[in-house]
């Protein structure tokens, strides 16, 4: 059974930083792509960032530069560090996974992100 938490969502000042986790389990996640997803009241759910069990990365265009997507096999976690938040970065951010990045599967419960002064 595969289950993702997500942790670190908060309030932070325009501007601020927040570093987003991922909890994996129930998968071999070394095999694993990841991503990090968002979706904002009113709005579609739409990519942020991904990473693929080999490390390839890839990035929503309104985000690069600004976020980076890692992760650590030893601890079977993914992360999302934000810097240079925006009020338009606001939404819940979800994690996924799946053997591939052309089609998650696995989703976490998702964590708030609001930026705002």
Same mark, same amino acid.
């Given at each position: ?21 991922? =909890?994996?389990?129930? %998968? $071999? ?19 942020? =960032? ?6 390839? $990365?890839?990035? =929503? ?6 976020? $980076? ?26 994690? =996924?996974?799946?053997? $591939? ?13 609001? %930026?705002?002064?």
């Amino acid at each position: 059974q595969v289950q993702l938490v997500e942790s670190g969502g908060g309030l932070v000042q325009p501007g601020g930083s927040l570093r987003l986790s991922c =909890a994996a389990s129930g %998968v $071999t996640f070394s095999f694993y792509s990841m991503g990090w997803y968002r979706q904002a009241p009113g709005k579609q759910r739409g990519m942020v =960032a991904t990473i693929t069990s080999g490390g390839s $990365t890839n990035y =929503a265009s309104p985000v690069k530069g600004r976020f $980076t997507i890692s992760r650590d096999n030893a601890e079977n976690r993914v992360y999302l560090q934000m810097n240079s938040l925006k009020p338009e970065d606001t939404a819940v951010y979800y994690c =996924a996974a799946d053997r $591939t990045v052309e089609n998650f599967r696995y989703w976490g419960q998702g964590t708030q992100v609001t %930026v705002s002064s």
